[in-house]
């Protein structure tokens, strides 16, 4: 193992959206940090979904700290969102790393010790975990064998002229599935797969984008149920299309409680009853874990092993902050918008 003997007062895991934009408030207050990612390029999330796909927040929401993104309400490309994310590393470069996984982290002596898969080490003051929620997808609710089924998730989309005439089945209940469901309609022969009853949400409410309510929403819901954001978040399935698809019956739902997959047939109970046959494709939406196994030695858990967190904060003293993830500074902090609140946030507590 090689010790490195620099040390840094910040260390952000993560170039993504949220890491992208830790780094511009640490350079404002020039604070000497290091953004670490394990892939090569910048973007997270953006860099790696179908350019084809387009983001579900208005544009004016997609801005990051320092750069206007755009003013309009319209919804945008992931391509030309990735294009944004470029220009911001162009115009801000950052003090960063690629092809560095993290594997391990430690807190010793007031710092934080990070592993790299290459066995080196990296200490920090601070750090920052902006690791996104989609390194860890949730396997299929199924051990059968799916060999002969191209079989991925639902941020490996392979654009549309891929699915043309295939039995594709996809698998889930949230807005990715549903949002991939409505795509497919009269392209693909489809089956969506859910394990609780589809419910959307319009993606316009009173002709405004479903993502300027939730702020409101959550004040009122902190009222109502003050749990809410400690333990469990609204994750309402928003409707691009698959409502009138369901109306119009133009997609098959099977519910897979209680079913088992087996030489390609999906069986209901004990093998009587056989719903579906025979996919060429399978788009895994069952979603992500929220995965805090690389700093477990670090963290303070409440019971079932949930982080317990303060304005993105897991522990003042050690100063190690969470980025990016669901609640982890209000209900919108997985999107762009809490992102860039919450990276306000941190910074302060950082200074
Ligand atoms: C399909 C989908 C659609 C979405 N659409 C929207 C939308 O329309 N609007 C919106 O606001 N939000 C949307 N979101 C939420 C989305 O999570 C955020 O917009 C944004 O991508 C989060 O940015 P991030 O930087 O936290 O994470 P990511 O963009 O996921 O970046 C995380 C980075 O961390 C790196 N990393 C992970 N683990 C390690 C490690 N151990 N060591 C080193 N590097 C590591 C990864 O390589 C990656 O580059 C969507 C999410 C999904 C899954």
Redesign the pocket.
Known sequence: MTESDIHYQVIV????????AMAYLLDQHKINYLV????NQI?????T?HPE?E???PAR??SLPGVKFSSDNARVSVASYHDYLKFYAQKFPLNSRFD????NIKYENSRHILQTTCGEVLRCKSLVI??????FPKPLPWNGSFEKVDLHT??QWKGIDYYKNKRVWVVGSGT?ACELAALLVGHAELTLLVNKPVKPVPLYFAGINI?YWVRPLELISKKLYPGICKHDYLEPVIDTGIKDAMRRKLLTIVDIADTEFVSGKLFKGEGDEVLCVDPEVIINCTG?HFDTS?VGETLDYEANRMIKLHKNCSDKDKRLYF???PCSGGIDS????G?KRDAYRIIKQIV
């Open positions: 895991v993560g170039a993504g959206p949220a890491g992208l670490v990612d394990q892939s973007g997270g999330l953006y860099a979904l796909l983001l579900l927040s929401f997609n560095t996984h993290i594997n902006a690791t996104g929620m989609t390194c639902g941020v990715s993502h992500f690389i980025l990016g993830f997985k999107f762009l918008r992102i």
